[in-house]
């Protein structure tokens, strides 16, 4: 997809970090945008950014782990541009647990917006894409914990393995239909974003009480703040996006150190030997 200008892409997440990024990039692109976030002060600001610009830009407050919510966006994005080229699944959440500590809600709440957000927007924009019937690109944001697993990060090992997962299996089934719409999975290692503070956002269960965590725990948690902290800028992810857009890529690595971690999982499972740990 090489010419973006007056087509329209639909973000979620987008109200900071990653997700802000690529807006940014989209707009710069000329292209109009939906954006979506659960943060509505944050969205409202947001949107009112790019309209100071001339950016043809409508916001939405949504909560992607609710399907219904994800739907009135699909909505609203096809009543106002009529078409959506670019749709990027890209809000998400962290916790840092193991996995006999992490609860229910927990669970509820990681696999709510990690996973159900993306299948929520599948499910409610695809559709309606393919019967306008032009070429259009699906990025899903998961992480290079959708790759090779982290301690202390079950739940979201978990859910970003399962986008990685269904991004896959939906480029087959695009594929096989012979579509016009394209898919990449975005795999970003760690980034310059609030992901570590995720819980302020927090909809599901009780927020970690840091001062119960064990040593190990507190360890894990730490090494994720700083690192990302210590992380790319968001400005260099949507280069990423838009440069895998125009070359037609399905895996976006945004960090090429990690290709030997990757392999060295590779190489663990078809040895059948324990898993390496990476990147700590």
């Known amino acids: 997809m090489q010419n973006l200008s007056g087509k329209t892409a639909v973000i979620t997440g987008a109200a900071e970090g990653i997700g802000q990024a690529i807006a940014s990039r989209a707009a ?29 830009v409508i916001g939405h407050r949504v909560d992607v782990s609710d399907a219904a919510q994800v739907e009135a966006l699909a909505d609203a994005a096809f009543a106002r541009f009529g078409n959506v080229h670019l749709l990027v699944n890209n809000a998400g959440v962290a916790i840092s647990r193991p996995v006999w500590e992490t609860t229910p809600e927990d669970w509820q709440w990681v696999m709510g917006v990690n996973l159900y957000g993306v299948t929520h927007g599948l499910r409610s924009f695809i ?19 959708g790759l090779f697993s982290q301690p202390g990060s079950a739940a979201y090992n978990a859910s970003k393995h399962a ?25 970003p290692a760690w980034v310059k974003t609030g992901i570590a503070n995720a819980e302020r956002n927090r909809t599901v269960g009780e927020h970690i009480d840091w001062s ?12 994720m703040q700083q690192s990302v902290e210590n992380g790319i800028p968001v400005e260099k992810v949507a280069d990423d996006v838009f440069k895998a857009i125009a070359e037609d890529r399905f895996y976006i690595l ?17 040895q059948e030997r324990l898993p390496t740990l990476a990147g700590m």
């Open 212 to 223: 119960k965590a064990d040593r190990v725990n507190q360890y894990t948690a730490k090494f």
């Open 254 to 270: 945004t960090h090429q150190k990690i290709k030997p971690l990757i392999h060295t999982r590779m190489e663990d499972i078809l």
């Open 163 to 187: 986008v990685v997962a269904i991004s896959e299996g939906l480029h087959f089934d695009l594929q096989l239909r012979q579509s016009k719409l394209h898919v990449a999975v975005l795999c």
């Open 127 to 145: 559709p309606r894409m393919l019967a306008n019937d032009e070429e259009g690109y699906i990025i899903n944001t998961a992480s290079v914990a």
């Open 28 to 56: 710069a692109e000329g292209m109009n945008l939906v954006l979506a976030d659960i943060n509505a002060d944050k969205l409202q600001a947001t949107v009112a950014e790019f309209e100071a610009r001339g950016v043809p």
